[in-house]
């Protein structure tokens, strides 16, 4: 079976989001992104926005405990099923050479067909979390994880036993992204203090 040309990117929180932005800046994979414990209320009008800017291929969602409610046709979707967010492709996990992620629900979900199909996993910085071996650990428990994604490698206290790859920090000198995060986040103005100076 030759194997998918797609990356998933998985998020559960914005600042998740704004490191995925972040890091498809410098991709021109073809690339889909599914929401995690998704919430009609919170996430909507964003991921129309997303849609707007058309930086993913497909976007789906996916709430383990919940129903979720679909605003584009007022219909309630079934949970613990991952549904299409306004496009045609169905998902397929055997459609991923790669998975970036720091939501483990994904892992627990299809842990057996990922190790079937010899999807690779990567981890991406969550925050504080992600620089500690407990985490990685804990996600190791699903899939096995190899690959790192941090904002600063140097602080994580697991180098040894991983690949560790830099993030490249927010600056606020780029000013395509800056937009794009204002226009995706309905920001009038982002607070430069989340962002380096360079």
């Not at 996993?121 to 190791?140: M, P």
């Amino acid at each position: 079976m030759e194997k998918a040309k797609s990356i998933l990117y998985v998020v559960s929180r914005e600042i998740q989001l704004m490191t995925v932005l972040n890091l498809c800046q410098k991709t021109n994979e073809n690339k889909d992104l599914l929401f995690v414990n998704y919430n009609s209320n919170k996430w909507n009008k964003l991921v129309k926005r997303l849609i707007d800017k058309d930086i993913f291929n497909n976007i789906y969602i996916y709430n383990k405990n919940e129903l979720i409610e679909n605003n584009t046709n007022n219909q309630w979707l079934q949970k613990d099923v991952i549904h299409s967010f306004d496009c045609n492709n169905r998902f397929s996990i055997d459609r991923y050479m790669s998975i970036f992620t720091s939501d483990i629900t994904i892992l627990d979900k299809y842990s057996q067909k990922i190790r079937e199909l010899a999807i690779s996993i990567k981890l991406f910085d969550e925050g504080v979390l992600s620089y500690f071996d407990s985490y990685i650990e804990q996600c190791n428990n699903f899939i096995e994880c190899k690959d790192i994604y941090l904002y600063d490698p140097r602080l994580a206290n697991y180098s040894k036993k991983y690949n560790l790859y830099k993030i490249d920090k927010i600056s606020s000198k780029n000013k395509e992204l800056i937009e794009l995060y204002n226009y995706i986040f309905n920001y009038n103005e982002l607070l430069n203090i989340f962002f380096s100076a360079i």
